[in-house]
């Protein structure tokens, strides 16, 4: 049974139900009788599988299914993750696997996070599916960082905390091998989970969607205090934080939910730590393929929203527009674009047209007056 790994975190009952301790949501799951091989696995019901359907529950044992499972591993510039502060202009290892912890219906991923909609809904030929995803081994992702000049691997695509066992053992490989361990995360894992993975991550983009718990209980089923939580140890553990979020019309754009999240990063975390903008996209969408995308002056409320709360470093793509308008406006500290601006004296630090990157700073810090920009190596 090489590929179905047994669960670091759950807790195992005398009935043989087992309550997964990976994330908040501490699904019960209930035992399959069958035997425990994936040929065996063809009878499973839903009640046998975690919300996230990477989870199952054979004979009272808890096995991970995506252990080892990839479904992409790309090579990209850091920027993609998006990260902008944290080596800007360097290679990172991409890897995913599937599954996901939340349900947002705007998911842009969502053929590789929602397949646990799939496998609970049928959870026989979900698995097959599943099952053909390729396999690979923790050192062969290593192994592939170094030879293509990677500075770090980046867990993402999919939420890495639901593979939580393979994605460990590459963290640990990782530094061994003195390369970066960087999260793209929606921050929703539970204390324990918190306690094993924060030693080994050294940067995350954590996706902040809203700072409304109704939003987050009704629209991602999820919890926003778990992910406020998280946020704050990941900074208080030095960790490099970046914050993302997808900004969806009439949902979480509205101003008191945008000042409070800007408001949340500048106090909790610090003024510093760089805030992107997202764009939603109707027609990758999983299931809102009918509603408005976001348009340049939604974005541009936003931005001055996060301004006005003290953010210092704004991202957003697209908006040609928007930026002759700020420069006209003769005050680069309005505008809304990829590069960074010094936030002392407003001079060019980094400049960045897609994904090419031209640095103007000196070691992080403005080369014109000295201030810090928190532009780590
Ligand atoms: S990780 Fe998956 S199985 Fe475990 S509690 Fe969360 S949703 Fe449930
Ligand atoms: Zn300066």
Known sequence: MSDLKEALLYEKFSSGVAMCELC?????????????????????KKENLGFCGTRVNLKGKLYAINYGRVTSLDVDPIEKKPLFHFHPGNKVLSFG????????????????????SLINSCPASALSIVKNFSAIEANEIVNQ???NNCFGISYTFNEPTVSLEFVLEVMRLAHKA???NIWVTNGFFSQKTRKIILPWIDAANVDLKSFNQKFYRSHCKGSLI?????????????????????????????????????TFIVKRISPYTPWHLLNFSASVSWQMQ???SIDDQEIKKAFKIGKEAGLKFIYARRLQALNQEAKQEQDSSQNISLDTFCSNCQALAVKRSEYAVERFDENGSCQKCGQKLFLDY
């Not at 696997?97 to 590789?112: T, V």
């Open 226 to 262: 778990t992910i406020l939580r998280n946020i704050e140890a990941m900074g208080n553990q030095g960790i490099h934080l970046e914050i993302s979020t997808l900004l969806l019309s009439k949902l979480n754009n509205d101003f008191q939910n945008l000042f409070q999240l800007a």
């Open 290 to 292: 009918d509603w408005p």
């Open 97 to 116: 696997s599937f599954g996901c912890n939340l349900r947002c219906p705007n998911c842009h991923n969502w053929e590789i996070s929602q397949t646990s």
């Open 178 to 180: 003195k390369l970066k």
């Open 24 to 44: 908040p949501r501490n699904c019960i799951i209930m035992p399959y009788r069958g035997d425990v091989c994936w040929e065996s696995l063809s009878n499973l």
């Open 145 to 147: 960082a170094l030879e």
